[in-house]
């Protein structure tokens, strides 16, 4: 059973400081990963999804690696706002097409002004 | 990206009540599922809503406690039946496969705060 932990499960800095988030996951043999925030009450917002095939993938500030064989990945925000402040969540799904992911247990992150 | 409606966005409701929540995708999507995110934890899935036929629930989860439909590939219902305060939660809609898209890339509705008292 994949098992999908993320660390830490909290995090403040302040305004300006370059991040990493932690992703891993137990069983390797995955066929994407996805990176979502999510805001106090709400639903989740993609952000960034890697296939398998890949290492990373960039948007705007936020760059998600992925090491499939040490199970884990990062998502590393630069030049945080107080705007990122959320819960990140990561996924991963085991099969191609169409199939069902496992969420990790989230970080909550909170950038002071 | 697929936009995903639901509704309502939060409700209050008394025990053993039920309570129908609706998900609409502006798009046509294969697949659609339906989360439960209790307070303060990730994720849990609770069935994938297929088109025409009946749901495929994961396990802890039955048909009689959380009956769902899905008649057509842009519309889907979770209904949470005979509540208690334990179902208090933010369920969550989300679909894959849209046109443009990878398939397993998932997107997600805003979420129905449900208290129960």
């Known amino acids: 059973k994949q098992e999908v932990t993320q660390i830490p499960a909290a995090l403040s800095v302040p305004e300006g400081e370059n991040l990493v988030l932690n992703c891993s996951f137990t069983?390797?043999?995955?066929?994407?990963l996805q990176w979502f925030r999510q805001d106090p009450g709400k639903g989740l917002t993609s952000l960034l999804l890697?296939?398998?095939?890949?290492r990373e993938q960039t948007s705007g500030r936020l760059n998600a690696s992925l090491d499939k064989s040490s199970g884990r990945s990062t998502l590393y925000i630069a030049a945080s706002q107080p705007g990122d402040s959320a819960t990140y969540l990561c996924?991963?799904?085991?099969?191609?097409?169409?199939?069902?992911?496992?969420f990790g247990t989230g970080t909550k992150l909170q950038v002071i002004p | 990206s697929a936009v995903i409606s639901q509704k309502p966005s939060r409700d209050i409701c008394q025990r053993g009540t039920s309570l129908t929540i609706q998900c609409q995708v502006d798009?046509?999507?294969?697949?659609m599922f339906w989360y439960r995110q209790q307070p303060g934890q990730s994720l849990t899935l609770i069935a994938t809503?297929?088109?025409?036929?009946?749901?495929?629930?994961e396990s802890g989860f039955v048909i009689d406690k959380f009956p769902i439909s899905r008649p057509n590939l842009t519309f889907s219902t979770l209904t949470v039946s005979n509540m208690s305060p334990e179902d208090s939660s933010i369920y969550l809609c989300?679909?894959?496969?849209?046109?443009?898209?990878?398939?397993?890339?998932?997107?997600f509705g805003p979420g129905t705060r449900l208290t129960v008292l």
């Open positions: 989300s679909s894959q496969g849209v046109s443009g898209r990878r398939d397993n890339e998932q997107f």
């Open positions: 798009s046509q999507v294969t697949m």
């Open positions: 890697i296939q398998s095939s890949q």
């Open positions: 996924a991963v799904s085991k099969a191609g097409g169409y199939q069902k992911v496992t």
């Open positions: 809503a297929n088109q025409g036929s009946e749901a495929t629930y």
């Open positions: 069983d390797s043999a995955i066929y994407n």
